[in-house]
C-alpha cells in the first residue's frame, strides 16, 4: 500500500521529501509512479483554474513544511497583515516557516524529516539554549544553540549520528558541530538558497480572497 504522504507528492507532481532518507533513493514512490494516484492512463487531468492553482501552491508548501491546515494559515494571515508594511512578504513567511525548531532540526540533519523532528521534539531530545523545548512550532532565532540532550545520545536511533553529520552539509545560515552534535543559527534563511519549487504569491492570493 503507497503511504499517504507518498500520495501527496504525486498528486503535487514533484518530490516534497516528506519521507526522509527514501526520498533520496530508486525506492521514492514519486520516481517509479510519476502521475497522479488513480489507474495508471485513465486518469484525465483536467487544465487548472486560477484557484485550483493557488490552491495546489498553498498545498504544497503547507506540506513541504508537514503543518495543519490551521497553524498554516495563521502564519499567512499573520504576514498578510503586515502587508504594505514589509518590503517581501515572501521572506517574511519563509523566515518563519524555516525557523521553526522542527524545521531547524531537520536542516542540521538530526533528523531525516520534518515529521521525524517533531518527533524527537515531542520527547524532549533536544535543547535549545541548554533549555528543553518540546514545542516543534517555537520561533529560533540568530544566535541560538541547539543541541542533543547528552543522556539521550546513547539512545539507538541516535547512534551513528555523529558519522551522519559530518557529511550533512546546512544551509548558509546553520553552522553545525558534528564532534559536539550541536548546531547554531548564524544567519537568516534566504529565497534564493532555498530553491523551493512553490510560486508563493499564489499563496497569499488564496487566502486573500
Not at 533528523?111 to 528543553?132: D, M, Y
Not at 553545525?176 to 538558497?193: D, H, M, T, V, W
Request: aromatic residues 8%; proline residues 7%; contains cysteine.
Amino acid at each position: 500500500m503507497i503511504d499517504s504522504k507518498c500520495k501527496i507528492c504525486r498528486r503535487a507532481g514533484q518530490k516534497l521529501f516528506l519521507k526522509g532518507e527514501k526520498c533520496f533513493t530508486p525506492k521514492c514512490t514519486i520516481v517509479r509512479k510519476p502521475y497522479p494516484p488513480g489507474k495508471k492512463g485513465k486518469r484525465r487531468v483536467s487544465p487548472l483554474s486560477e484557484y485550483g492553482k493557488e490552491l495546489r501552491e498553498k498545498q504544497k508548501l503547507k506540506n513541504w513544511y508537514n503543518l495543519r491546515e490551521r497553524q498554516f494559515k495563521k502564519y499567512v494571515k499573520g504576514v498578510l497583515a503586515k502587508r504594505g508594511r514589509v518590503e517581501d512578504p515572501a521572506a517574511i513567511l519563509i523566515k518563519i516557516l524555516e525557523g521553526r525548531l522542527d524545521n531547524v532540526l531537520f536542516r542540521l540533519g538530526f533528523a531525516n524529516s520534518r515529521p521525524q523532528a517533531r518527533q524527537f521534539i515531542g520527547h524532549g531530545h533536544f535543547l535549545v539554549n541548554a533549555k528543553k523545548v518540546n514545542i516543534p512550532s517555537y520561533q529560533t532565532k540568530k544566535g541560538d544553540k541547539i543541541h542533543l540532550l547528552p543522556s539521550r545520545a546513547k539512545k539507538k536511533i541516535f547512534q551513528g549520528l555523529n558519522s551522519i553529520l559530518k557529511k550533512h552539509k546546512p544551509p548558509s545560515w546553520l553552522e553545525l558541530n558534528p564532534e559536539k552534535l550541536e548546531g547554531k543559527i548564524i544567519g537568516e534563511p534566504s529565497i534564493q538558497e532555498l530553491s523551493l519549487p512553490i510560486e508563493i504569491s499564489t499563496i497569499f492570493e488564496f487566502y486573500s480572497r
